[in-house]
T-cell receptor, first 110, second 112 residues
């Protein structure tokens, strides 16, 4: 059973607009959440994280929101840039284990 | 430079021929993991290690072995590779449960 779900396989947005990437989880034990970005032929790179005791964390153009009651988190990218086009993975940590979603492919159109 | 290094980057092998993919990190991280990435399935954890001599199964451990004799190294061993282990493999390390993981560049394995 998949504990971290990214239900939309792809998202296309116009340059300069907001990109919203969603992620749902089922395991209540998850207490730390992360977003990773991945380009082809490269390893995933860390983007932003949030602890379960917070509901928002911001870093430049990237903001992650956490809704614990809904077991939902989202990544907002504002403004979106063509260089943001990549696969984005949501991940959640419980104890020693880090579990990833299937990823979502973001395409930012010039 | 802080990094996770995997070798080899590309490997083509035949069914049943034992192989090892090496992983080394220079950040003195406690935690290390192996993942495989397959189309439509995302990143699935194979094995992870919380410290030297401490390892545990992830979500897809069948057909794989690992060892953690030193903190910096975490090799992935395929004793008898099969075609369904053809995949893109990533090694990762992190300092603690609530810190980000650093990934290697990946190993593209093809088993024929």
């Amino acid at each position: 059973d998949q504990q971290v779900k990214q239900n939309s396989p792809s998202l296309s947005v116009q340059e300069g607009r907001i990109s919203i990437l969603n992620c749902d989880y089922t395991n209540s034990m998850f207490d730390y959440f992360l977003w990773y970005k991945k380009y082809p032929a490269e390893g995933p790179t860390f983007l932003i994280s949030i602890s379960s005791i917070k509901d928002k964390n911001e870093d430049g153009r990237f903001t992650v929101f956490l809704n614990k009651s809904a077991k939902h988190l989202s990544l907002h990218i504002v403004p979106s840039q063509p260089g943001d086009s990549a696969v984005y993975f949501c991940a959640a940590s419980a104890n020693s284990k880090l579990t990833f979603g299937k990823g979502i492919t973001l395409s930012v159109r010039p | 430079e802080a990094q996770v290094t995997q070798n080899p980057r590309y490997l083509i092998t035949v069914t049943g021929k034992k192989l090892t993919v090496t992983c080394s990190q220079n950040m003195n991280h406690e935690y290390m993991s192996w993942y495989r990435q397959d189309p439509g399935l995302g990143l699935r954890q194979i094995y992870y290690s919380m410290n030297v001599e401490v390892t545990d199964k992830g979500d897809v451990p069948e057909g794989y072995k690992v060892s953690r004799k030193e903190k910096r190294n975490f090799p992935l061993i395929l004793e008898s590779p099969s075609p369904n282990q053809t995949s893109l493999y990533f090694c990762a390390s992190r300092w603690d449960w609530n810190t980000e993981a650093f990934f290697g560049q990946g190993t593209r394995l093809t088993v024929v």
